[in-house]
């Protein structure tokens, strides 16, 4: 298990980096454009097998709970390599999205350029975009870590979507999320990471 810190790279204020992937679950395809209602728009990558990510899931699934009358949008990614890591193909990120119990589009990101377009590392790693959908945090979900102690609470992602639906600026401080790295096709790193 590799462990790494979240990039950092896509700049506070810059837009969100367009995508079109496939729900999972509904087959249906998720874009900027499905949440265009919304005050705010959270973009998690995520995957099943990794032990940052398992560690939170029941904080993801009940961020997606009590945000669910809000107006912000969810939408989780995985972009990990299938053929590499079977736990991480469609039909069990499909299994992962039932069994957790997450009530927001979980979509596979096969070609990898929807992780590279957000700069993204690591699984978990967190992009919570504003009303014009520029970026306001990019960071980690809390200070909790697998052994570590620390009770997970989702505390500074929480506090980065309350501002934003209540209207008040994001604190520009920001700890990077830790997880596992994006489990990358042969050949296929981005510059970022290597």
Not at 16 to 22: C, E, I, V, Y
Not at 39 to 64: D, Q, S, T
Not at 153 to 178: C, F, M, N
Request: proline share 9%.
């Amino acid at each position: 298990m590799a462990v790494t810190p979240s990039t950092m790279l896509l700049q506070l204020g810059e837009p969100a980096p367009p995508f079109a992937l496939p729900d999972v679950v509904t087959g249906k395809t998720i874009t900027l454009d499905t949440f265009a209602a919304k005050k705010a728009l959270l973009v998690m990558f995520i995957c099943r097998h990794c032990p940052f990510v398992v560690h939170v899931r029941e904080e993801l699934a009940r961020i997606g709970r009590d945000y669910a009358g809000k107006s912000l949008g969810i939408v989780a990614i995985s972009s990990n390599d299938a053929e590499a890591y079977p736990e991480d193909s469609p039909e069990s990120l499909k299994e992962m999205a039932l069994q957790w119990g997450f009530n927001f589009p979980v979509c596979y990101d096969e070609t990898q350029e929807v992780a590279k377009a957000y700069k993204a590392a690591c699984t978990p790693d967190f992009y919570l975009f504003d009303e014009n959908r520029r970026l306001v945090y990019r960071g980690q979900l809390d200070d909790s870590r697998p052994g570590n102690g620390i009770p997970v609470t989702g505390k500074d992602l929480r506090a980065a979507i309350d501002a934003v639906l209540e209207g008040r600026e994001v604190p520009k401080e920001q700890k990077p999320s830790i997880g596992c790295n994006i489990k990358w096709k042969p050949g296929n790193e981005p510059p970022y990471y290597r």
